[in-house]
Structures are given as structure tokens and as C-alpha cells.
């Protein structure tokens, strides 16, 4: 057979694997979003059947012994080619599931479906212990997972692999080492200074008008609606079921405004993401973004490096003052931007301000090597997660829901996840300062919410490639450097040097 | 292998199928109620493969072996067991999908799945010639397919039989043979009197409050919404996603009542049966109701024997009233009963009376099977269904939308389906009269909005049975008759005389 004939029967294979991982992304979409109760149990087992038949699918002899044959032919054509990139992915995927038998995926794809479920009604209870033999479960589960990956140099690296390819626990941890004191040093210094006053962003803000700007934003950003749709859920999330069809959701507060607000940039900017993957990308392991830390730079960057900066609110105050009349209408602008980059040690990661969001995720990623490594028992957690939580932040959770059951991430069995978001935040300064180098005046854009430059360089650089390159190549390539934390510290410091005047 | 091993194999792999129809279930109803436009290409992969891997699944040589050493089995066992009627049922599936390449379900699936978004712009834009080609194309695949069904009486009845265990287009012929003259000459004599006055439904009814009416009774019927939830979507349906998630959708038009309030009605019927399949049956086979005219016994049941009842609206007119007032304030219930039940040839089946709605039926099935057999081409249907209303009703369509583009069900390559709703018509008046036996005060409880003894009584003679029983069997053992149109004819000679004072 010749090269063309292999790589064709591959991508008919992975081409249906990719549906079947569209399909786990709408199971998992509408479990989620509108499911009934009474849909959980069938629902787990749906799970179950697609998530071992991909993986079947996937690990296939055929897809092995394609890819043996196919592997020389990568090597040789254009190494930036989609071909080339599809069968060295795909490799990479099938090397790594592969190495797992189907029945324990289809295991954790069971256990983790049962268990959100428990787990939304352990958050609302603030019952720790109902939930705490599906953890046990799940984590026994990933430490199986992870025996198969032997040897590694660390029990996380093949969970940390799962979302963050190429990435090691030791890389991550050594950036964090360097983030840390900066980030506390700064958080120090801002601590000494007066603080500004958000007492106005906590009155009722009307659900309907809430869920209006976001979608007039984010329409602005770039986000298609015919290519998506916005839905709530308890924890507000991304889903892409295939390209053309990458759908967020979000949730409202009405006693506080930021909340759906900024949830609702930040999906736009995953949104944004998975819509502008080469359309040619669809239906392959490369329809997905290059990782988490990748996606997660774009979900902060409309968050917040737009989405919290002055010349932003410079153009949407007034409308939102026209929204919000009663509740904003004497509050000038600058109080406005001051409020909503208020910096406090708060309990709740998704609502943290930028300058202490990593230290929220430095504590998860301590506690998930811990539970890992077999350090730490789950019954144990509560009490680690209140002690890291003073340690951290100073503050400690009145319950468990507001603590330790706060996030959706453990109940999907997605350990090696939360590290991902730190480095989103790196990567999105690191973009930053390299897109200010081809659109000098974009603040200028941004000031008459004009965001077709901006986004088109992001589209152009990033979300086009897909999950063609690893995160550190993408990085290097768009940005001259690997994923550090000195833009991001760069950003942060000139940030809160104007609102706290350091 | 002992037959309780080969039993427990059996049902492993036909849980997993049953999985796989449940994932479809998700995907057409998401189709119908959320999926974006962009979702579409996609979506008819995704329907593609999943399909394809349900049908390889049922049809495996495993499967034939089973099925084949677990004959005997079932021959000697109980015949009405559970087991005895899962491998029967079970068989019967697949000799019926086992004739037919997978290719070719495939290729129907993602043609259907394509023709209906296609569909749903040829009707918003009455341009049936855009819709052409997929119904060329489906009736083509449609007579693949019924080609390995051969020798048959009829090339229809194989896809009858799809929805209609048993029953053959002869059947069908010989019950509306004698339907039409009687339907016809009731119409006739209606037509001969002073017509009833509906005018004051067509006033503007808020959606909101519309919905909540709709809920309101649909959860005194029996509709569990623990198991189940109600959406919007162009044509209502229900879609069951496993026993425990049995959805409904309606449409609602704010410039005239009935519309919504009996399509949720309607709906509920179909979803109380699928929430009230016995548990024990999920993931199987006989998780399904008996028959597609078993499934429209029951919403046609709920929604014209009780919700066009003079007892339901005794119940449940002073709180339409109090939720329009200024609509309904003013009109007698007298007046209402009427007007609900007013009869009049017009141009939309779902909207249609219960006098004229048989004869939108036998219309479809006469253009149905003149398409199948070839005796009339794609391109003059819309001529031969105006030439046909003009015949059966009296009318012509002013345009395709609200003619030959109106239904969802060719859209979706379901040909063979519309006659069991005329079926189901007959069947709801059968198992009316059986129960008014066992209940004879029904009325009573209805007029104060009792439903438990009624659904009760659905549930334990149709619902709880699942798929166990062939339609024809089912009804002779609830009702000791075979499907007829004399109980029909009955309830309709009965109601009208009373309306129209024949």
C-alpha cells in the first residue's frame, strides 16, 4: 500500500473516533445543561459504551499498524504539513491510549459520570462525605491509569500529560516556584494599600439584562452564534461537538454583576478558539486546541487582559450604565474599573481576582500531587484544603461547598486539569506582548470595541494551527520564548501600580 | 454454554446497542431543539457513525449464534417472561436489520440527518424544489432498502413494518377502507350544520402563560418531570433517551390557542408511555412502546379523549380563564367545548379536528406508497398532495409550507409512519372503551382533575409491557379485539352529534 492509500484508511478511522468524541462532548454537554435527573444512570451508561468504543476505535491493531507504516512517511514530507502533524498526533495519542485497556477508561467514564451527579447535590448540601467514596474511587481509578505510563518521573506526569502534552509536573512546578513569592510579594504590597471600594457591584442586576451585554460582548469579540450557543449550568464550561459547533454556558447571579459576566468572556474566548480551527482540521485529533493552558490563555485573555482593562470598559460603560441605570448610573467609570479589579483573598477559585487566582491553583495542584502520590487520604481533604486555603489566602472556607466541593473538576475524574489555568494566565501576557508588537495601537481598537485585529491575530497565530503543535512549540513559535512567567508578572505590576498606586 | 450464560452475553451486547439508540435519541432530539446551524455537517457524521456502529452491533455473527442456540430456550420457557419475549423480540430485529448492509443504514442516516436541515429552510421559505433532491434521494435509498425485505406482498410493507410490527400495508388498506366512507359521511352531515364559533381563540395568548397551562396539566396527567422535560422545536415530538429521560417538545403560536396547549398534551401521552415502560426493560429492546399506533393511542388519548373532553375542561376552564381573562373571561364553557372541537377541513394535520385528521393520513399513505411503488416521481408531489387535498378535504394549499413541506417525517426518511397515526386514533377509543369497564366513573375523576386511577390503568395494561407484545397481540389482550375502527366511529358519532345536533 502506498502512503496515500495508509493515510487515507487512518483518517477514515480517526475521523469516526472523532465523532464518537463529538458525541462524549454532547453527552457530556447536556448532562450538564439540561438533562433530567432521572437521565443519570442511563446516561452513565451511554458514557461508558462511547468512551469504549473510541478508545477501541483508537487503539485499534489496524490504527497500529498504520501508523508503523505510516511514521517514515511524516518524517520525510513538510513537517509543518497537516499530514504530517496528524499522523504524529495521532501517533502520540494512540501510543498514549494504548497503553490503557478499554474496560478501565470505560470505568472512569462511568464512575465520573455517576459521580457528578452526586456531586452537585453534595456541593448543594455542603456534604463532603456523600461525596467522598466517588473520589476515592476516581482517585484509585487515575492512580491505575497512571501505573500504566510506568516509568515516569513522577505518578502526576501522566495525568498533567492527558491536558498539557510534553509538559512535565517538575516544568510546572519550577515555574510556579519562580511565580509564587512575586505573586505574593504583590499581593503583599497591594494588602498595605487602601482599598478600593465593589460595594456597588453587589446589588440585583436583572438575570435578563445580565445575559443581554454578555451577548452583545462577546458577539463583539468574534464569537459566531451559528457556530454556537450559550446555555447555563452549575459551573460554566466549553464544549466543542466538532468545529461548527462549540457552545458555552455560563451562570447568573443577580446579587452581583462580575460573576456571569466575566464567565462569559471567558468561555467566549475557548468559544472564539475552537470555532476558528482550520475548518480542513474537523473530524481529526487536531480539531481540539493545542491544550488547556493554550485555551485557557485565550478564555483570559477576553476575560481579562480585555475584558477587565480600561480601554474596554472605556467603550461598554455607558451601555452597561443604560442597562443598569439605578444600579450604576452615578458611578463614574474609574470607580467602575477600580471595582471590578478589586484584588482580595476570596474562598471561590472562579471568582478570584487576578492576583490571587494562581495562588487558588497552586493549592489545587499541591493537593492533587498529595492525593497522588497517597500522602493525603481523601477523607483527610476537607481539612488539607481549609489548611492550604489559610496558608494561601489567609481565609477559610465557613463550609465545603464554598471549599473543598467547589469546582466541577474532580467529579469528571479530571485530575492534572487545574495547573493548566496558571499557565493560561502566562501564556495569554506572553501573547499579549508579542500581538502588540504587529497591532502597536490595538488599545486604540479596543477603545471603539473593534476587535477584528485583535482576534484575527489571535485566529491567524493560534486557533487556526489546532492542536497541530505542543503548547511549548505553539509558544516559541508565536512568541520567541517557552511558557514563563514574566509577561504575565510585567502585567500584573503595571496593572495594579495605577489602581493601587504601589 | 448453559442458556442463562448465553442469555447474560445476549444482553450485554444488546445493552449496548440500546446505548447506541439511546445517543441517537440525544442527537436528533438536540438536533431538533439546540443545535446551531454550524452543528449541522457534523451532526449527520455523527449520526452516521453512531448508526452504523448500532447496526454492526445488533447484526454481529455473535449475536445470529446467540440468538440461534437461544431459540429453543425461549420456545420452552414462559412465553410471556421477560427473557422468553427479549430473545423473541430481539430475533425479530435482527433478521429484519441483518438483511441490510450497514453501508446502506449509514448512508440513510446521513442523508436524512443532512435532508432535514434542508427541510426546515424549504419550509420556512416554501421552495419545495430545494427539497427535491433529498426527497429523491431518500425515497431511493428507501427503496434500497425495502428491496431486501423481498418477496413481499407490497415494496411498502417493509417499512411499515418498521414501525408497525406485523401489520402489512394490506391491513392497513382494508381497516381505512372502511374508516373513510363512514369518516366521510360524518364530515358531510357536520358540513350540513350551522358551524360552531372559535373565533376567540385566535387572540393573542402569551407564550408564558401558555407554557405554564400546558405544564400544569401535563404534570395532574401523570408527565413526570424528574424523567422528562419539554423544549421548543419546529414540529413536537418525543424523544425517549433511555426509560429514565423520556423529552417532549412543543411549538407554541401566541395568535391562537389550541396550538400549543394540545400538541403538549399530545406529547405527554407519548412521553407518560416511555416513562412508564417497566424498569427492568431498560437497555433493551422492549424498552420502546409496542408500536408507533400503540405510542399514538396514547397521545391521541390524552390529548382528544381527555383534553378535548367536555369533564376536562369542567376541571380546567376556570384556570384558563384566570390566566386570560380578558380572552376568555367572557366566553361560556359551553362555548369553549365547542370551539376546541369545532370541525373543519383545513390544511396543517397537526392542527387538524379529530373528524378530519384520518383523512390527512389516508392522503400521506396514498402519496407514500405511489412514490414507493414509482408510480408518482418527487417532482409532481407538490401537485399530486393539492390535487389530493382538493379530493379529500376540499382545500388547496395557498403554498408548500402549508402543504407538502408542512410534516418533519419525510425530512427524516420515515416513510411508512403516518398511518399508525390514524392507527393510534383507532387504538385510543379501543382501550377507552376497555377501561371504562374497569373505571366506569372515569368521568368523575376527571372532572376533578383526577388522573391516578386512569394512567393507573394505561400503565398497567400498555406502558408496563414495553415492547413485549406485537400491536395487533397487545390490543386483543387488553381489549379481546384486533385493531378495528368500530369504537372510533363510535366516540366520534357520539361526541359530534352532541356538538353539531346531528
Same mark, same amino acid.
Given at each position: ?31 450538564? =445543561? ?24 483508537? =487503539? ?150 445580565q445575559w443581554k451585554f454578555g451577548v452583545e460582548v462577546i458577539t463583539d469579540f468574534g464569537y459566531d452564534w451559528k457556530h454556537g450557543?450559550q ?17 458555552i454556558?455560563t ?10 459576566f466575566f464567565?462569559t468572556t471567558h468561555e467566549s474566548g475557548h468559544g472564539i478558539y475552537?470555532q476558528g ?21 485565550q478564555s483570559?485573555l477576553y476575560e481579562n487582559l480585555i475584558g477587565r482593562s480600561?480601554p474596554f470598559w472605556y467603550h461598554y460603560y455607558p451601555r452597561l450604565?443604560e442597562l ?71 481565609? =477559610? ?42 497591532i502597536?495601537?490595538v488599545e486604540d481598537h479596543i477603545r471603539h470595541g473593534d476587535f477584528n485585529a485583535l482576534t484575527s491575530w489571535m485566529r ?43
Amino acid at each position: 500500500m502506498d502512503p496515500q492509500t495508509q493515510l487515507s484508511q487512518l483518517k477514515s478511522i480517526i475521523n469516526k473516533y472523532s465523532d464518537l468524541v463529538a458525541v462524549i462532548g454532547l453527552l457530556n454537554w447536556d448532562l450538564e =445543561t439540561h438533562m433530567p435527573p432521572g437521565g443519570s444512570n442511563g446516561r452513565g451508561h451511554q458514557n461508558a459504551t462511547i468512551t469504549r468504543l473510541a478508545h477501541e476505535t483508537l =487503539t485499534s491493531d489496524q490504527v497500529g499498524q498504520l501508523l508503523e507504516q505510516l511514521l517514515p512517511y511524516a518524517r520525510e514530507t513538510d513537517p509543518d504539513s497537516d499530514d504530517a502533524r496528524l499522523i504524529l498526533v495521532t501517533n502520540r495519542l494512540y501510543e498514549k491510549r494504548s497503553r490503557v485497556p478499554s474496560s478501565l477508561m470505560a470505568e472512569i467514564a462511568k464512575t465520573a459520570s455517576d459521580s457528578h451527579y452526586i456531586w452537585i447535590k453534595a456541593r448543594q448540601d455542603s456534604d463532603f462525605a456523600s461525596f467522598q467514596p466517588c473520589l476515592e474511587d476516581l482517585i484509585g481509578l487515575k492512580r491505575q491509569y497512571a501505573e500504566y505510563f510506568k516509568p515516569y518521573d513522577h505518578i502526576y506526569d501522566p495525568l498533567l500529560d492527558d491536558y498539557e502534552p510534553g509538559m512535565l509536573t517538575a516544568d510546572v512546578q519550577e515555574i510556579f516556584s519562580s511565580l509564587r513569592p512575586q505573586q505574593v510579594e504583590l499581593l503583599s504590597e497591594i494588602s498595605a494599600k487602601s482599598q478600593v471600594d465593589d460595594s456597588f457591584l453587589h446589588q440585583h442586576f436583572a438575570e435578563d439584562a445580565q445575559w443581554k451585554f454578555g451577548v452583545e460582548v462577546i458577539t463583539d469579540f468574534g464569537y459566531d452564534w451559528k457556530h454556537g450557543r450559550q446555555d447555563k449550568s452549575a459551573h460554566p464550561f466549553t464544549q466543542d461537538i466538532g468545529i461548527g459547533d462549540v457552545r458555552i454556558t455560563t451562570r447568573v447571579l443577580q446579587d452581583y454583576f462580575p460573576s456571569a459576566f466575566f464567565s462569559t468572556t471567558h468561555e467566549s474566548g475557548h468559544g472564539i478558539y475552537g470555532q476558528g480551527v482550520a475548518p480542513e482540521l474537523d473530524r481529526t485529533p487536531l480539531s481540539k486546541g493545542a491544550s488547556l493552558a493554550l485555551h485557557e490563555s485565550q478564555s483570559r485573555l477576553y476575560e481579562n487582559l480585555i475584558g477587565r482593562s480600561r480601554p474596554f470598559w472605556y467603550h461598554y460603560y455607558p451601555r452597561l450604565q443604560e442597562l443598569f441605570p439605578s444600579q450604576l448610573g452615578n458611578v463614574p467609570l474609574d470607580d467602575f474599573y477600580k471595582a471590578i479589579n478589586k484584588v482580595e483573598p476570596s474562598l471561590i477559585r472562579v471568582e478570584a481576582d487576578e492576583a490571587t487566582y494562581n495562588l487558588h491553583i497552586m493549592l489545587r495542584l499541591e493537593l492533587e500531587i498529595a492525593l497522588l502520590e497517597g500522602s493525603l487520604e481523601v477523607k483527610n481533604l476537607p481539612e488539607a484544603w481549609n489548611a492550604g486555603m489559610q496558608d494561601y489566602l489567609g481565609l =477559610t472556607p465557613p463550609d465545603d461547598s464554598s471549599g473543598v466541593l467547589q469546582d466541577v473538576h474532580w467529579s469528571h475524574g479530571s485530575f492534572g486539569y487545574f495547573s493548566t489555568y496558571a499557565l493560561g494566565n502566562l501564556i495569554s501576557a506572553q501573547l499579549w506582548e508579542s500581538m502588540l508588537q504587529d497591532i502597536p495601537n490595538v488599545e486604540d481598537h479596543i477603545r471603539h470595541g473593534d476587535f477584528n485585529a485583535l482576534t484575527s491575530w489571535m485566529r491567524e497565530k493560534v486557533h487556526h494551527h489546532g492542536r497541530k503543535f505542543e503548547p511549548q512549540e505553539l509558544v516559541q513559535r508565536i512568541t520567541g520564548s517557552k511558557i514563563n512567567e514574566a509577561p504575565y508578572l510585567r502585567y500584573l505590576t503595571k496593572k495594579y501600580s495605577e489602581i493601587y498606586q504601589l
